[in-house]
T-cell receptor
């Protein structure tokens, strides 16, 4: 079993829709949770991050963590065609910059006009 | 520099040939990571360095893969005797020497290796 499970999609939605992206994980030591966005043929870029459980909002994006269920989510409101990308969840057990990230498989999102 | 630089962008090798990839981390960053992204976006950690020292090599296939980060030189990832299954995009990332730097792992644009 993989440490982090993420539905690879693809997910296709109309412009303006609310998008929900999810990951589940098995390692209860994970405390630091990140969402990366990766455009085609580019490196991943950090989109959102949260520590432990709770919600975090940034503009049209909301990240949620439910540690009791080992489940994290990213919501995108009023989705735009420019949001079309692959979204990767990533996790770590500790905060130091020396820690490797454990990634999900990534979900491909297509937002059509 | 302010970005992680990777060269070449694309590398084509025949099966059994050697491949060497390079990474220049962001100036001031102490940690360098190599990740392999194969089909279906599976990201796999390979190895990390703290300056020129190997920090974590738990993801490295020991037989054919090697990596170095030498002072005043780009870091390198070398694959001896490439196999078809090594076809992937190899990403380098770097992060600063801070306790809360888990959110500051910046990725380069990747090197796409195609083994034919």
């Amino acid at each position: 079993q993989k440490e982090v499970e993420q539905d690879p999609g693809p997910l296709s939605v109309p412009e303006g829709a609310i998008v929900s992206l999810n990951c589940t994980y098995s390692n209860s030591a994970f405390q630091y949770f990140m969402w990366y966005r990766q455009y085609s043929r580019k490196g991943p870029e950090l989109l959102m991050y949260t520590y432990s459980s709770g919600n975090k909002e940034d503009g049209r994006f909301t990240a949620q963590v439910d540690k009791s269920s080992k489940y994290i989510s990213l919501f995108i409101r009023d989705s735009q065609p420019s949001d079309s990308a692959t979204y990767l969840c990533a996790m770590s057990a500790s905060s130091g910059g020396y820690n490797k990230l454990i990634f999900g498989a990534g979900t491909r999102l297509a937002v059509h006009p | 520099g302010e970005e992680v630089a990777q060269t070449p962008k694309h590398l084509v090798r025949g099966e059994g040939q050697k491949a060497k990839l390079y990474c220049a981390p962001i100036k001031g960053h102490s940690y360098v990571f190599w990740y392999q992204q194969v089909l279906k976006n599976e990201f796999k950690f390979l190895i990390s360095f703290q300056n020129e020292n190997v920090f974590d090599e738990t993801g490295m296939p020991k037989e054919r893969f090697s990596a170095k980060c030498l002072p005043n030189s780009p870091c390198s990832l070398e694959i001896q005797a490439t196999k078809l299954e090594d076809s992937a995009v190899y990403f380098c990332a770097s992060s600063p020497p801070a306790q809360l730097a888990i959110y500051e792992q910046y990725f380069g644009p990747g090197t796409r290796l195609t083994v034919t």
